[in-house]
């Protein structure tokens, strides 16, 4: 099996998905407690509960992530695992009775399949239910309509997915990785920048969005492009304890592998966005080092949501482009 971000002690992963429909959630389970961070780079964020994540703020710990297709409707799916948490009296406890806090974020994945159906909280359940440590990869969960390389349109783009990564320290600290790519560029592998999914040009291969860019005429149709329709959505976890302030550092260095691995990244037209989860099964490691591996990971899952997926929706992936 895979390294996965599940080889974090205290994390399970579920996916469920409706692949008529193209849409899917995926849920990152910390039914323990996990200390939760996030960072936004993105233009066109759509998320739940993130202002509970900021350091100044008075809970710390969280039960769950949930990654969601459908833009801002998916946020709905969350509702699904807060019911599964609520059953089990899983939450963060006040006078009257425990509360789950279940932060979460949405991918666009409206234009691949169907633009009238997206996850919901029978989802969002679902994905709780089939939580384990195995995870599955590529057009799975929240990657089911996840797609790449969209400048040139939907007939130029190609699958994306879910991609999971880790990494174990001498220490015995693990440092592990999810992401989802549904981004406005091309995936890129770190080593050496070879174009893994993108924008495919009309005679074979990839057109290069960075090249594409840089064109008169793709920059004067630019002014007519939305925003908010691609976003890479991504949680980073170790079992090294850390503060809520030292979470979202590591957050913050993990975002180094976006433009690592995506060209562009953080775009007025991407809600990028990375959570951060801490279940302090192990000593503090210093954050200097969680977040400069965390980066690396996160780009090895990242270069997995393209290596992963399989075509869907009339648009090929990476095995099927040649890529």
């Given at each position: 099996?895979?390294?996965?971000i599940t080889?974090?002690?205290?994390l399970?992963?579920?996916h469920?998905?409706?692949t008529?429909?193209?849409?899917g959630?995926?849920v990152i389970?910390t039914?323990a407690?996990?200390?939760?961070?996030?960072?936004?780079?993105?233009?066109?964020?759509?998320s739940?509960?993130?202002?509970l994540?900021d350091?100044?703020?008075?809970v710390?710990?969280?039960?769950?992530v949930?990654?969601?297709?459908?833009?801002?409707f998916?946020l709905?799916?969350?509702?699904?695992?807060?019911?599964?948490?609520r059953?089990?009296?899983i939450?963060?406890?006040?006078?009257?009775?425990r509360v789950?806090?279940v932060?979460?974020?949405v991918i666009?994945?409206?234009?691949?399949?169907?633009?009238?159906?997206?996850?919901?909280?029978?989802?969002?359940y679902?994905?709780?239910?089939?939580?384990?440590?195995?995870?599955a990869?590529g057009?799975?969960?929240?990657g089911?309509?996840?797609?790449?390389?969209?400048?040139l349109?939907?007939q130029h783009?190609m699958?994306a997915g879910v991609?999971?990564?880790?990494?174990?320290?001498a220490?015995?600290t693990?440092?592990g990785?999810?992401?989802?790519?549904?981004?406005l560029?091309d995936?890129?592998a770190a080593a050496?920048?070879?174009?893994?999914?993108?924008?495919r040009?009309?005679?074979?291969g990839?057109?290069?969005?960075?090249?594409l860019?840089?064109r008169?005429?793709?920059?004067?149709?630019m002014?007519g492009?939305?925003?908010?329709?691609n976003?890479t959505?991504a949680?980073v976890?170790?079992?090294?304890?850390?503060?809520?302030?030292?979470?979202t550092?590591?957050a913050?260095?993990?975002?180094?592998?976006l433009p690592?691995t995506?060209?562009?990244?953080?775009?007025?037209?991407?809600?990028?966005?990375?959570?951060?989860?801490a279940?302090?099964r192990?000593?503090?490691?210093?954050?200097a080092v969680?977040?400069a591996?965390?980066?690396e990971?996160l780009?090895?899952?990242?270069e997995?949501?393209?290596?992963q997926?399989?075509?869907?929706?009339?648009?090929?992936?990476?095995?099927d482009?040649?890529?």
């Amino acid at each position: 099996m895979s390294p996965a971000i599940t080889d974090v002690p205290g994390l399970l992963v579920g996916h469920a998905h409706d692949t008529a429909a193209l849409t899917g959630c995926t849920v990152i389970l910390t039914p323990a407690g996990a200390v939760g961070a996030v960072d936004v780079r993105g233009g066109a964020p759509g998320s739940r509960e993130t202002d509970l994540l900021d350091p100044v703020a008075t809970v710390s710990v969280v039960h769950a992530v949930a990654l969601c297709g459908g833009s801002a409707f998916g946020l709905a799916a969350a509702g699904g695992v807060v019911e599964w948490l609520r059953e089990r009296n899983i939450g963060y406890e006040t006078r009257v009775r425990r509360v789950p806090i279940v932060p979460a974020a949405v991918i666009f994945d409206l234009a691949l399949g169907s633009a009238d159906r997206w996850a919901d909280a029978a989802l969002g359940y679902a994905a709780c239910v089939a939580a384990d440590r195995h995870v599955a990869e590529g057009s799975v969960g929240v990657g089911t309509g996840a797609s790449v390389g969209k400048l040139l349109g939907m007939q130029h783009a190609m699958k994306a997915g879910v991609g999971t990564w880790s990494e174990t320290l001498a220490d015995g600290t693990v440092i592990g990785a999810l992401a989802v790519c549904n981004a406005l560029g091309d995936i890129r592998a770190a080593a050496d920048g070879r174009i893994l999914a993108g924008v495919r040009a009309t005679e074979g291969g990839f057109a290069d969005t960075m090249h594409l860019l840089r064109r008169p005429d793709v920059q004067q149709r630019m002014a007519g492009m939305l925003g908010g329709e691609n976003t890479t959505l991504a949680v980073v976890a170790t079992s090294a304890h850390l503060t809520k302030a030292e979470a979202t550092k590591m957050a913050q260095m993990a975002q180094d592998a976006l433009p690592r691995t995506i060209r562009p990244a953080h775009t007025p037209f991407d809600g990028d966005m990375v959570f951060a989860l801490a279940t302090g099964r192990q000593r503090s490691q210093h954050v200097a080092v969680l977040g400069a591996i965390a980066a690396e990971v996160l780009a090895c899952a990242i270069e997995r949501c393209a290596t992963q997926a399989t075509s869907a929706g009339g648009i090929p992936a990476a095995d099927d482009a040649g890529g």
